[in-house]
């Protein structure tokens, strides 16, 4: 039983993604409902292997309080998994409309304990999920094909009601969580009442500082690229030149470049360079930027259309170029680093402090911080392929050799790593191991308050099955049996 419970968690700990749906408001819940339970014949649906086989596109899969489930929400669910990078392969339609019916669960009593979720949080979410889906169909008018939509924004419009679903579902499961807590006495019974060959292993794990030396870029380069655009914009703006036209043939933005540099949908609360944004909403429609500085490098930009609070502009993105000289002398630099470092003249920490050019990590003596769990152990079977490939063969304090480093723009760096820590695989320790353990004998008994939370309001809410879905082996007593 308790490994069962370990895995479970483990998975939680781990999140499999929040599915997306659609709303519906309460009077068109009412004849959605007569229309399913009117339905003469009901088309049975393969609830296992065949999760994006389109049924009865309009139908009603379930009701859930005001919420209204339809088969399209199902597939944008399997959409939302693949957008995070999560396999489909086997989970059910069963299981995700499950999962549906949750976050409608959640989102019904949200709204009912006032909750609020704020726009413009919705907003970025919505304006992240239209650049992934216009990046993955390449165009915007295939994207508005896909989901059936006349203009962008419709689309815009039923993506943010949806979001909004998501994040007050997630408000209200954050609301339950978040009044459990758990003692010391109960972490130590946690641990010790699984049996000793069922406790967890730990994978091994490192701590990785980095020290990175950026070659100079010389206020000559960038005269060069502030020359070229100025350049460029003389030949668009005075001599007609197409901007699209400019954009395929001398952006350095690969994405946006293919189209013609351009980016639909530009929000204030969008995540772009602060300049960026600031030189997009000071534009008149048709007009060209002069040449400006972000981090990424030198633009010149031009607005296409202004709809409201959203602008579409196109832009020409040039770097810099560093001269080999200066690469070399970055070269150089860090490799003295490295050699003070070898011969204990200097401490890798200190080193990082006094030498280092990436502002994040200066500070902190060069050391790394794990994205996903926020503290500075890295699992070297889960974290990104390429520093583990670099670090995976490091003694406890030893100094990698030299790497150079791209970025996506094609600037070059160069970094030397250091394992400050190591740990190695191991069962799971209560000592050693204890904020793991106590993170495991938490999420238990917030997986118990949370099922206990659903049984209750299950009971409370108006819920309605399809009878496609009767069969289903759900978690919860949706089908009330």
């Given amino acids: 039983m308790k490994s069962t419970i370990i895995s479970s968690l483990f998975c939680l700990l781990i999140g499999w993604g929040v599915s997306v749906a659609q709303v519906t408001e309460t009077g068109e819940t009412s004849l959605e409902v007569e229309a399913l339970e009117e339905t003469p014949e009901p088309v049975k649906v393969d609830t296992v292997k065949k999760p994006f086989k389109r049924i009865k596109a309009g139908g009603v899969s379930a009701v859930v309080g005001e919420y209204v489930i339809v088969e399209f929400d199902i597939d944008l669910g399997f959409i939302e998994l693949q957008q995070q990078g999560a396999s489909i392969e086997d989970i059910s339609r069963c299981q995700m409309l499950g999962k549906l019916m949750e976050d409608k669960l959640y989102s019904h ?85 699984i049996p000793e060959d069922e406790r967890p292993v730990f994978g091994a794990e490192v701590e990785v500082a980095q020290i990175i030396v950026d070659p100079e870029v010389t206020e000559k380069a960038k005269e060069d690229a502030i020359n070229r655009l100025n350049e460029i914009r003389t030949d668009i703006v005075e001599d007609g030149s197409s901007f699209s036209t400019k954009a395929v043939l001398y952006s350095k933005d690969e994405g946006s470049a293919r189209k013609g540099g351009l980016i639909e949908g530009v929000r204030r609360d969008a995540p772009f360079a602060k300049e960026f944004k600031d030189m997009a909403f000071s534009l008149l429609e048709g007009e060209v930027s002069e040449p400006f500085e972000t981090d990424f490098g030198f633009h010149i930009l031009y607005v296409e259309k202004i709809r409201g609070q959203e602008v579409d502009v196109r832009h020409i993105l040039l770097f810099p170029e560093v001269t080999q000289k200066t690469l070399d002398e970055a070269r150089e630099k860090i490799d003295k680093i490295r050699e003070s470092i070898v011969n204990d003249s200097l401490s890798f920490g200190d080193a990082a402090r006094l030498y280092s050019d990436q502002k994040e990590t200066r500070n902190s003596g060069g050391r790394l911080m794990n994205p996903i769990t926020g503290d500075t152990r890295f699992d070297l079977t889960k974290m990104d392929p390429t520093l583990s490939a670099q670090v995976y063969n490091l003694a406890e304090g030893e100094v990698s050799k030299v790497f150079t480093d791209r970025d996506r723009t094609g600037k070059s760096s160069y970094k030397i790593l250091s394992v400050t820590r190591r740990f190695e695989e191991h069962p799971a320790d209560f000592v050693k191991d204890y904020e793991k353990i106590k993170d495991l004998a938490l999420k238990e008994k917030q997986i118990k308050a949370i099922q206990k939370w659903q049984e209750k309001k299950i009971k409370e809410t108006y819920i309605s099955v399809n009878r496609d879905y009767t069969d289903c082996d759900f978690s919860n007593n949706w089908l009330q049996k």
Avoid at 147 to 158: C, G, H, Q, S, T
């Fill in 109 to 193: 009593h949200a709204k009912q304990d006032s909750i609020i979720i704020p726009d413009s949080q919705t907003n970025s979410r919505t304006d992240q999920q239209l650049q992934y889906l216009t990046a993955q169909l390449g165009t915007q008018e295939k994207v508005l094909e896909y989901y059936k939509k006349d203009n962008l924004e419709d689309l815009r419009k039923e993506l943010f009601d949806v979001n909004q679903q998501i994040a007050l579902a997630q408000e209200m499961q954050r609301t339950i969580t978040d009044e459990v807590e758990i003692t010391p006495e109960e972490i130590r019974n946690f641990f010790y009442s």
